[in-house]
């Protein structure tokens, strides 16, 4: 470990700070209890957080359990233990109206555009806006979305047992190890959320994952449709405008309106659409969904959708920021395919040099070099890599601490990250994969983009220690909301940061690309934006 120590050192002064011993504690196990919850009088937010984080299962203990596989019926029963201890019970979950969106891509961006479209409707909606896809209830009397990662088959989202309407997003291959390792595991995995009886809507998916999705729909007679494409609902009527920028996005939307119009249909409400002819379903595998006119409801809906750290743009002075989730190949390639449109869109005519910056991290089971691989064509001169942390310290943040790593672990990681991207560099690989079929099984061929000529571009490295100082560097003070106290000592030590500052104070323009988690993405916003946390 020293010798890695010395690593880090090498390619960035960092300041390792442990967070409570995290690197050198003693993993003790903690089991799930039933004692009751502490209630300490004037509890602020931190201080919640805090006692939350106590229930965190610390790293050696995680990697201990990562070969063992619990039991489903047990983890239920902890997920109604809890409730319980919350003051609810499972049958207060079947009184409300929700709506319930499962799937690898789109889930979250699927439930912003259903939210906004029932809200238009004036509803009231829960939908607890989180980016690791956690799920929210509302009130009996409103609509409910509730975006869940893994499917219901084992987890404990095989509650709620009574929605309204559920959705299936665009599948693919991710959290391999609690789903599986194929996309037909992991959609039959997905289908866990299929009630009898519950209407149920999936975007068009590879043949092999459908055919799985219709099976499980089947055993239990839950009536499953497939969405038609966005078109057939714009035909006779004014194109649709949505919120959320991507080509890849039209997919969500078409699953929007079906979740939002059927939610509609059963709840009893008026002027859901006028049905138009329907088309037979191309896959034939599934019925079609009805085609029918959006209404202005819906369309306000779709228009005012915002779902921040998805294909969203900061403009602020000389720097533009863009900021993406992905953190699976074909959302990747999403990405990619949406930055290139939004850095065409603005480019500027001059002399003056505009620098393209890469602020990335990916964690999990997810591969790297495959998502640095698909961002190489985007030709950026300078690759930043840190950790999902704020602040070296996360002592005074509830937010941003982790005992299910350790502070070595994920700087190690940040600088696997950085050989990879110099890997790529060195093979100066043109952006052929394009157009080869879709890396990831099945994926969308109209995330492809078109190939362009091999570059001999070259981009500097550098690791920084937490994102408050990679943001530091990034803005060399430029941006107008973002100023913090003077950089540590020793933050331009690097010769590629000390240069680098020198070409970032003087660039005409600077955008900046953060991508690879959602969990970094959500850590810049919290510094660039903080009223986001207020």
Not at 444 to 462: D, I, K, M, N
Request: charged share 20%; glycine share 8%.
């Amino acid at each position: 470990m020293s010798r890695a120590r010395g690593h880090l050192r090498a390619a960035l002064h960092l300041e390792a700070v442990s967070p409570r011993g995290a690197t050198t504690r003693t993993a003790a196990r903690r089991e799930l209890s039933a004692r009751p919850a502490p209630r300490k009088p004037g509890m602020e937010y931190q201080d919640a957080v805090r006692t939350l984080n106590t229930l965190q299962t610390n790293a050696s203990y995680l990697e201990q359990m990562k070969s063992q596989q619990g039991d489903p019926q047990t983890k239920l029963e902890a997920m109604e233990l809890y409730l319980a201890r919350s003051g609810l019970q499972v049958e207060d979950l079947d009184r409300l109206n929700i709506i319930h969106v499962t799937g690898t891509k789109g889930k979250g961006s699927t439930c912003a555009f259903t939210e906004r479209i029932l809200r238009s409707y004036g509803l009231k909606t829960g939908f607890f806006r989180c980016g690791s896809g956690s799920a929210s209830m509302g009130s009996p009397s409103a609509a409910s979305s509730s975006p869940s990662t893994s499917g219901a088959s084992t987890s404990g989202w095989r509650r709620p047992r009574k929605p309204v309407v559920c959705g299936v997003s665009s599948l693919g291959i991710d959290h391999t190890r609690l789903l599986g390792d194929t996309v037909e595991k992991i959609a039959w995995q997905k289908g866990g959320i299929f009630k009898h009886g519950v209407p149920a809507f999936t975007v068009p998916q590879p043949d092999g994952p459908l055919a799985v999705l219709k099976e499980r729909a089947e055993q239990i007679s839950c009536p499953l449709y497939l969405c038609p494409q966005l078109e057939a609902l714009e035909e006779g009527g004014p194109p649709l405008t949505l919120g959320l920028e991507g080509e890849h996005q039209r997919s969500n939307a078409a699953l929007a309106l079906q979740l939002a119009r059927c939610w509609l249909q059963q709840k009893d409400h008026r002027g859901i659409g006028h049905l138009m002819a329907s088309r037979p379903s191309l896959l034939q595998q599934l019925p079609l969904a009805p085609v029918f006119q959006p209404t202005s409801h819906m369309r306000q809906g779709l228009r005012d959708t915002e779902w921040p750290g998805r294909s969203q743009v900061l403009r602020r002075g000389h720097l533009t920021w863009y900021l993406d989730g992905a953190h699976t190949s074909s959302s990747m390639q999403a990405c990619v395919r949406w930055f290139r449109q939004a850095l065409h869109r603005g480019e500027r005519r001059g002399s003056s040099p505009e620098v393209h910056v890469l602020l990335f991290n990916s964690t999990g089971d997810r591969d790297p070099a495959a998502l640095l691989k698909l961002l190489q064509p985007c030709q950026f001169d300078y690759a930043v890599f840190c950790p999902n942390l704020t602040e070296v310290s996360s002592t005074g943040n509830a937010d941003q601490q982790n005992f299910t790593v350790t502070l070595d672990q994920v700087l190690l990681r940040c600088l696997e990250h950085q050989q990879h991207w110099r890997h790529l560099d060195e093979e100066q690989a043109g952006p052929d994969f394009w157009s080869a079929p879709s890396p990831e099984p099945g994926g969308p061929a109209s995330l492809r983009l078109a190939p362009c000529p091999p570059h001999t571009h070259s981009s500097g490295s550098l690791v920084f220690s937490c994102i408050s100082h990679a943001l530091q560097w990034i803005t060399q003070g430029r941006d107008p909301v973002f100023q913090p106290p003077s950089p540590p000592q020793g933050l331009l030590a690097h010769p590629v940061a000390g240069s680098g500052a020198s070409v970032l104070r003087e660039a005409a323009a600077i955008h900046v690309l953060v991508t690879g988690s959602l969990h970094l993405v959500g850590g810049v916003l919290k510094l660039l934006e903080p009223s986001l946390s207020q």
